[in-house]
């Protein structure tokens, strides 16, 4: 088959993830696919296990796919779109981009064109499609390219769209957001440990009841505040933690971490210069 609906350069975690989505989820079949990774390892890795087409190099994929995801680290980007751009053609080639920090108009000037660039953020939990991301659209895209770029991330998990000056914020709280919840849920099982339970016992309590807790704030109409005097009662227990949290200022260090992370994302732009 010389021409492919999809070309995924990058093949990494993430790149799987969405790739696995799509297979599952029938939304592509692996003939319709063709995907390149700099890790020769890895390339073999994904063309045996999914069955898929390994192009030699990035210019071949380009000339050879419609619709490109670039799913790389942003330090690689820059030598990734001088070889895209080699074969690209705006009116053949789509850029799906999922990289950080890095907005469609810096692909679009690398490109040299009117690129049609959809730019996605997803976040880890893709793996095992219940991930979150959000889908902006680049100054070019059209409405096709838009609904294909939805289709793909609707494979692994849920998705909102939003103007594309709020995706560093938005990186920062769904992007990053699973590793503040790995962390939170790390000191709570560790604590469980210190405590005298077995670590699967403390692992599970802090598992399931995260899960519980995202359950209950999907499903429930009321605010979070709300939920939160229904478990705390008054001179109790959770009462008696919150009150330390406030006393830690939690709020403060959480504004500030994510703050960070926001601030990382527009500086993942100028490390490119």
Do not use: W
């Amino acid at each position: 088959m010389d021409n492919y609906k999809l070309g995924i350069i990058g093949c990494g975690n993430m790149g799987e993830a969405i790739l696995k989505g799509i297979l599952d989820c029938n939304f592509l079949k692996p003939e319709e696919i063709i995907i390149y990774d700099k890790d020769n390892y890895r390339e073999r890795y994904i063309k045996n296990n999914y069955k898929v087409y390994a192009a030699k190099e990035i210019a071949e994929l380009v000339k050879k796919a419609m619709h490109i995801l670039l799913a790389v680290k942003p330090q690689d980007l820059k030598v990734v779109l001088e070889k895209v751009k080699i074969n690209f053609n705006y009116k053949v080639n789509s850029i799906i981009s999922i990289i950080a920090g890095i907005p469609s108009c810096y692909i679009e000037k690398m490109l040299s064109s009117d690129a049609r660039v959809v730019r996605i953020m997803p976040n880890t939990p893709a793996l095992f499609r219940k991930g979150m991301a959000v889908v902006s659209k680049g100054r070019y895209v059209k409405n096709s390219d838009l609904i294909f770029s939805k289709e793909l991330i609707k494979s692994v998990g849920d998705y909102l769209f939003i103007d594309e000056k709020y995706q560093n914020i938005a990186t920062a709280l769904s992007g990053s957001g699973p590793a503040y919840f790995f962390l939170f849920c790390k000191y709570l099982i560790d604590t469980g440990i210190k405590n005298g339970l077995n670590p699967e016992i403390s692992k599970k309590l802090v598992t399931e009841t995260m899960i519980g807790a995202g359950i209950t704030i999907k499903k429930s109409k009321g605010s979070l505040d709300n939920l939160i005097k229904k478990v705390a009662s008054p001179g109790g227990t959770t009462e008696a933690a919150l009150e330390e949290f406030i006393r830690g200022k939690l709020d403060k260090i959480i504004v500030k971490a994510v703050e960070n992370a926001k601030k990382r994302a527009y500086e993942l732009e100028k490390f490119l210069d």
